[in-house]
């Protein structure tokens, strides 16, 4: 394999012509592109990570606004539906949870359905809020992918759909020790 045509060698061609030295069985024909999809969601990550200070958010709590207002009106989820999709303990959920509610950013409400539960509710302020972060994180997003062409980024989009995983069932949230039953 030798490096694509571009702006030269980077750290994953430099960490490949290693291991092609020091160590070529073990590389497969997926080491490159797992090593380019890991450097590429730490640099999306770290975007992420670079515009939540800014708008006074940890990144549980922007996870929380997102797939809250995701979920469309009238913004709102069950705990334990929101703690799934975002892998959470729901120990975890609740605390950052109370946090929000003290900002005035959700509230807890009864559920229609079940007066025994409660949902979780984006507040006007939460929706302003959540809104806000989104469209950061889309431009924080945007400029990582800045030097490659529209071209390239739908190439990549496709082909990462050819190889996605597929078949793997959805992780389940993890649990602090506390929250471990006992066996």
Do not use: C
């Not at 640099?43 to 996870?63: H, W």
């Not at 989820?77 to 703690?83: D, S, Y």
């Amino acid at each position: 394999m030798t490096a694509a045509p571009g702006p030269g060698p980077d750290p994953v061609d430099a960490l490949m012509d290693a291991w092609r030295t020091e160590l070529p069985d073990v590389l497969r024909p997926t080491t490159e592109l797992s090593k380019r999809i890991t450097q590429l969601a730490g640099a999306l990550d770290e975007a992420t990570r670079g515009i939540l200070p800014e708008l006074g958010l940890t990144v549980a709590e922007f996870d929380i606004l997102v797939a809250l207002r995701r979920a469309g009106e009238p913004y709102r989820m069950q705990p334990n539906e929101l703690a799934r999709s975002l892998l959470l303990s729901s120990g975890g959920l609740s605390n950052v949870v109370n946090h929000l509610t003290g900002r005035g950013l959700v509230r807890r409400e009864p559920s229609p359905d079940d007066g025994r539960a409660t949902m979780i509710r984006l507040t006007p302020d939460g929706v302003r809020t959540a809104e806000r972060a989104v469209r950061a994180h889309a431009d924080a997003h945007e400029a990582v992918f800045a030097e490659a062409s529209p071209t390239a980024v739908q190439a990549a989009v496709r082909a990462l759909r050819e190889v996605g995983i597929r078949r793997r069932p959805a992780p389940r949230p993890l649990r602090t020790g506390r929250n471990r039953s006992r066996s």
